[in-house]
């Protein structure tokens, strides 16, 4: 069964305090995967598509890798306004997300 | 550019009624997705359409439908409620059409059953 599975569950870190988000999964016939940001109570905003491993992309203090069995979102130096839950899916050629269950990111000021 | 908006933000209904939530895509977006999260589980997808179809379904009962209209616009309803369908219900769009597939979501749609 696909899966993606996303640790830890809840992270809090102080201001300027770098640390990485994991996201591991199994999904046979690998066409992407996703990072998103989901402030409470609003839609996930899209962040990065990565698509085979290897790959990195970087957008401000976010930087996003993929190896063939996990993703890493790296953020370096964050601010209190990153504070969000990070959320990962996996995509096949059945055109749909699975999502992890997110991680639950507070930065401290 | 206008993103995916979703209508009603907020729907209150009682067990047994019916709901209907609306999402309009991107421009030029053909897919139409949509997941349900609810407190404390993950997004599960629902449905996907794309040209008028349905393309894929999730694993939900029959009583969660919905259509899309020439517009790409579309329609979740969810018949007979259960107390459990609380949740917020979001649509995403995408076009098949390029390179990528990435989703954009709209900002919800929040459906309380009580």
């Known amino acids: 069964e696909d899966q993606v599975t996303q640790s830890p569950e809840a992270l809090r870190l102080q201001e300027g305090e770098s640390s990485s988000l994991n996201c591991s999964y199994t999904v046979s016939g690998l066409r992407g995967l996703f990072w998103y940001r989901q402030d409470p109570g609003k839609g996930p905003e899209f962040l990065f598509t990565?698509?085979?491993a290897g790959e990195e992309k970087e957008k401000e203090r976010l930087k996003a890798t993929l190896t063939k069995k996990e993703s890493f979102l790296h953020i370096t130096a964050p601010k209190p306004e990153d504070s969000a839950t990070y959320l990962c899916?996996?995509?096949?050629?059945?055109?749909?997300?699975?999502f992890g269950q997110g991680t639950r990111l507070t930065i401290n000021p | 550019e206008a993103g995916v908006t979703q209508s009603p933000t907020h729907l209150i209904k009682t067990r047994g009624q019916q709901a209907t939530l609306r999402c309009s895509p991107i421009s030029g977006h053909t897919s139409v997705y949509w997941y349900q999260q609810a407190l404390g589980l993950g997004l599960q997808f629902l449905l996907w359409?794309?040209?008028?179809?349905?393309?894929n379904r999730g694993n939900f009962p029959p009583r969660f439908s919905g259509r899309q209209f020439p517009n790409y616009s579309s329609e979740l309803n969810v018949n007979a409620l259960e107390l459990e369908d609380s949740a917020l219900y979001l649509c995403?769009?995408?076009?098949?059409?390029?390179?990528?597939?990435?989703?954009?979501f709209g900002p919800g749609t929040r459906l309380t059953v009580l």
């Open positions: 359409y794309d040209e008028g179809e349905e393309r």
């Open positions: 995403a769009s995408s076009s098949l059409a390029g390179p990528t597939n990435e989703q954009f």
């Open positions: 899916a996996a995509s096949q050629g059945a055109q749909k997300l699975v």
């Open positions: 990565l698509y085979s």
